[in-house]
């Protein structure tokens, strides 16, 4: 039987796998994830493995209505640095 992904890779290739093409991030909702995280995982809840890896700054959780998006880091609206805005702007 084929091992199972780490609760950390199950969300990042939802991600990565159910964004629609222009979008950087999935709806927690209305993408199906929540409903697939529930049966890979045998019940768990999504949200609390969401909002750790977020803590732990591997995603990012942006709240909408209906639900919350998820992106990875990189992706997120609003997750440039300090440093990137300045280099951006020919100030850095």
Known sequence: MEEKLSREEFVK????????????????????????????????????????????????????KGGVMLYLPEDAPGASSADQTLKKMGLG
């Open 13 to 64: 290739k939802a991600i990565v796998s159910l964004r629609k093409e222009g979008y950087k991030g999935i709806h927690s909702v209305y993408s199906g994830f929540n409903e697939a995280y529930k049966k890979y995982f045998q019940g768990e809840n999504p949200i609390e493995t969401t909002n750790r890896l977020a803590q732990e700054g591997k995603i990012v959780i942006r709240p909408v």
